[in-house]
């Protein structure tokens, strides 16, 4: 039973945080008015991958939660999610593609040293952080592209 209510609550807060963060940082007028790369993907993509990408978050770091909450990967988890919760607000709050790069480029660092770390404690943890990485791979690329042609 604690086990299920650990994966509940980190699915269930992950989700939130990330939805909440996502919902007050809504790209608006000046979002539209930038000059976007041509892998830019529709705006209908971000809302289902990041809900497909908080309940694997939130999955990984309940299963390392419940192996290994004093370890290093567990430390790396929380720093990773607290830059996933700023990167919104900055780019889009502060409507600033260079301080949404200054967080976004530590966050794929801290998912990437992630994975390493958790592959020690639990391999499945570390491979539900694997489309996390590469979607992130991406939005820093797509961030670094829009701070350049803007």
């Known amino acids: ?87 919104s607000p900055f780019f889009f709050g502060l409507e600033s593609p260079a301080l949404g790069l200054a967080v976004i480029l530590p966050m794929l660092a801290m998912i990437l040293v992630f994975i390493v770390k958790a592959r020690r404690i639990d391999q499945m943890a570390a491979l539900l952080f694997v489309p996390y990485a590469g979607w992130v791979a991406f939005a820093t690329m797509l961030n670094t592209a829009i701070f350049m042609l803007n």
């Open 1 to 87: 039973m604690r086990n299920v209510m650990v994966y509940t609550v980190f699915v269930v807060l992950v989700t939130g945080m990330g939805l909440l963060s996502g919902l007050t940082n809504i790209p608006g007028d000046w979002y539209q008015s930038l000059q976007k790369p041509w892998f830019n993907p529709p705006a209908w993509v971000f809302g289902p991958a990041w809900t497909v990408l908080y309940v694997l978050i939130g999955l990984a770091g309940a299963r390392i939660w419940l192996k290994a909450p004093s370890s290093i990967a567990m430390q790396i988890w929380f720093a990773q999610w607290a830059l996933n919760l700023l990167w």
